[in-house]
């Protein structure tokens, strides 16, 4: 069985393409278009993804903007759970409430409508791949500051040398499809 899943996780890694130097230079963008594209892998990565949550009790995932959109709504069905938006500042309609987190240059924020859940929510962060785990970090302080619990992470890509998990777990477990 294990051998099965390693076969479909490096079936899964051949569909996703390296493209160098984007958005800038000495980025090697993880590129999931790809993957998105063939049916097999598709069906395959929602399978994997909700896998981890399966015997948890999961109110609602949230889905960090943009390319955690794609398979969170999805997972939040499978899983029998609301899907709830993280967004860049400015896009979300009603009132938010806002975290900051640190990039390599500068510093960027994530926005949450201030009445997306209630209290005791409990919740799983889900975005494409975790690098530095910035973005979830500031994901988790939404999350907490409204009052919810983040009963887990999900990703399909893990860029293990840049130690994102390291400052997550401690928060709840980290669930990556693949780890590179
Ligand atoms: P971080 O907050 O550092 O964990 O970065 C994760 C976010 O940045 C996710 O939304 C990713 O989609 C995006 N990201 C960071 N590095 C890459 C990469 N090498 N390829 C694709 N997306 C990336």
């Not at 999805?74 to 009132?95: S, W, Y």
């Amino acid at each position: 069985m294990q051998k099965v899943e390693e076969s479909i996780k490096e079936y899964l890694l051949e569909n996703i393409r390296t493209i160098p130097d984007f958005p800038k230079p000495g980025i090697q963008f993880k590129d999931i278009t790809t993957l998105l594209a063939d049916k097999k892998a598709l069906q395959l990565t929602s399978i994997l993804l909700c896998e981890p949550f399966r015997d948890q009790e999961v109110d609602y995932v949230v889905g960090l903007e943009s390319r955690g959109f794609l398979f969170g709504t999805n997972m939040a069905q499978d899983l029998n759970a609301g899907f709830i938006p993280v967004r860049k500042p400015g896009k979300l309609p009603h009132h938010t409430i806002s975290e900051t987190y640190a990039l390599e240059y500068g510093e960027d924020s994530l926005e949450l409508h201030s009445d997306a859940f209630n209290k005791g929510a409990k919740v799983i962060i889900h975005d494409d791949l975790i690098a530095t785990g910035g973005s979830a970090g500031a994901a988790t302080r939404l999350v907490e500051r409204l009052g919810g619990e983040v009963i887990g992470y999900s990703f399909i890509l893990e860029l293990s040398f840049l130690n994102g998990r390291e400052a997550l777990s401690k928060t709840a477990p980290v669930e990556s499809i693949i780890i590179l």
